[in-house]
C-alpha cells in the first residue's frame, strides 16, 4: 500500500475507477461467458438427444405397410375390363412402345374421369397423354388417350 499512498490524488482516483472496472470485465470474460456458453451447448445437446429419442421412438411405433402385389394381368385386357364396368365403348385400342393407345367416340366427360381415376386407383394404369374434342351435345367428348402400366 505504500505504492499507493505516494499516488497523487488524481491517480489514486484513476486507480479506484479502473481496478473494479478491469475485474468486471475481467469475471464477464472469464467466468460468465464460459458459463453461459457452457449452458446454450449444454441446451443444443438435449434437444438433439431428445430428437434422436423422438425419431427412434416413431422408428419403433411405425408399421411397415405390405408392399402391393404386382397387378401382373397384362395392360389391355386391364383397360377393356374396367371400361366395360364404367360402360364405356371402346373404339380403338392399339399397342405403342410406351403404352397402349385408346380412342372413345361421344362419351360422356364425367364418366371418362371416372373411369381414368379407377384405371389408376385400382387397376395400376397410369394415364400419359389425353387429347380431347368437344362434340355438338353438352357434355360429351371424343378423346384419344396414352395409357401405360404403372412402374
Known sequence: MKGFDR????????????????????LY?????????????????????????????????????PIAPVNDTPLATRITSSASAAQLTLRRIEPESEGIRVTLDDTPFATLLLWLSDLEEQHDVTLQAL?????????VISARLLLGGLE
Do not use: C, H, M, N
Open 7 to 26: 499516488l497523487s490524488r488524481r491517480e489514486k482516483y484513476l486507480v479506484a475507477l479502473v481496478v473494479p472496472l478491469a475485474l468486471l470485465v475481467a
Open 29 to 65: 470474460q472469464f467466468a460468465w461467458l464460459p458459463l453461459q456458453s457452457g449452458a446454450a451447448q449444454a441446451r443444443a445437446d438435449i434437444a438433439a438427444y431428445r430428437l434422436v429419442q423422438d425419431t427412434a421412438a416413431l422408428a419403433a411405433r411405425a408399421e411397415i405397410a
Open 131 to 139: 387429347e380431347v374434342d368437344r362434340r355438338p351435345a353438352p357434355g
